[in-house]
């Protein structure tokens, strides 16, 4: 059923919220590389913390999560003091207004459903406020999905997530990781003197002497990748040999629209991540170009927190989008709340850092 409104005396039609999602469905295609990964595991919550005893660790969990007061976050405690830890909240807000510019591939798939008027004329009053209902829908659900990837990646490599703006209060979750897990080679890897195999040999003891475990899977960039593999003691170690019998790692272009998978060395995978996204200020990457991360943690958990909504009651929803109309001053406003968290199963399964090359 659509959602009426009426503006200048005369009734308006838009979509309601499940005729936008599935179209947002049609159209949408979110990366979910950095989630599925590393943060499989789903959990919810019907409170305003996430309680870290219930989520599934193989290792003691240890957030600070800074008090009310802005800028003084707690950087440590005892764990068992650090029983609950308090998400993020998110509610992007966009006022739909008619449309000046249209995506045409938008345009077509609403004609082709029927959704706006067919033929060549022009796009009526009403339907541009429909695509404009539309591309912001999508714009709140994209906003929501990229915070989270953000927060993923932040936890992944630095093992703590800082959450603050203009109206939030700056508060930190640290989930305790050893400070000899950041881990940062004394030769950039594209320069003279590199040590990548000493290096790379590093790094796994690293892991099992922190984290427990032997790293599965490396992360890092195209930028990064190319170092490591025209490194001369790292063909001669993991390329030469395998010269006539198997190809273990594909040189390729780097891209940027996703995850590329570049081969397997003893047993880790190797993938790049040079994906990016946009904010105010232009375009920026997800992972930075000289970060190497060696990763024994693939079981982490999102987790989702009450709504702070009325109309949901506290529901641990993944998203809750709404249409709010007001009549002073005179707008209809999209609105879509959510509140996730992302936590480690292991709060040592990460070693690596940034500066493995130069910029």
């Known amino acids: 059923m659509s959602a009426t409104f009426n503006i200048s005396g005369a009734p308006i039609e838009l979509l309601d919220i499940p005729q936008l999602l599935a179209l947002h469905n049609l159209m949408y295609k979110f990366d979910p590389f ?53 998400p993020a909240y998110l509610k992007p807000s966009q ?54 990837i953000l927060m993923a990646v932040e936890c992944l490599i630095t093992g703590k997530m800082v959450f603050a703006s203009d109206t939030f209060p700056v508060y930190t979750v640290d989930y305790g990781r050893d400070a000899a897990c950041n881990f940062t080679p004394t030769n950039e890897w594209n320069t003279a003197g590199a040590t990548v195999v000493e290096d790379i040999e590093a790094m796994m003891q690293i892991s099992v002497d922190k984290g427990g475990v032997l790293p599965s899977l490396i992360l890092t960039t195209g930028k990064v990748f190319n170092a490591m593999y025209n490194d001369a003691g790292f063909k001669a170690r993991f390329v030469t040999p395998q010269a006539g019998i198997a190809v273990p790692i594909t040189p390729a272009f780097t891209r940027t629209n996703g995850a590329q998978y570049r081969g397997m060395i003893d047993g880790l995978q190797i993938w790049t991540y ?63 709340d959510s509140s996730p968290l992302v936590a480690p199963s292991n709060k040592n399964g990460v070693v690596g850092g940034t500066g493995f090359v130069t910029l």
Do not use: W
Request: charged share 20%; glycine share 4%; aromatic share 8%.
């Open 274 to 336: 040079d994906a990016v996204y946009q904010d105010a200020t232009g375009s920026k990457r997800y992972i930075p170009a000289d970060y190497f991360g060696m990763i024994s943690d693939t079981n982490g958990t999102v987790a989702q927190c009450a709504i702070q909504h009325l109309d949901v009651f506290g529901q641990p929803l993944e998203y809750y989008d709404y249409i709010v109309e007001s009549k002073d001053p005179s707008s209809i406003t999209l609105l879509c």
């Open 95 to 148: 006022t739909i207004t008619p449309a000046s510019s249209y995506d045409t591939a938008l345009i077509n798939m609403l004609r082709a459903n029927g959704v706006i008027a067919t033929g060549a004329g022009r796009i009526s009053d009403a339907d541009a406020l429909l695509i404009d209902q539309i591309q912001k829908f999508n714009s709140n659900r994209e906003s929501i999905d990229n915070r989270k």
């Open 34 to 86: 950095i989630l599925d990964t590393f943060f499989p595991n789903r959990a919810a919550f019907a409170a305003k913390e996430v309680p870290i005893a219930d989520l599934k660790t193989i290792s003691p969990l240890a957030p600070f999560v800074a008090p009310l007061l802005k800028g003084q976050p707690i950087q440590d405690q005892a764990v068992a003091n650090a029983k609950f830890v308090k």
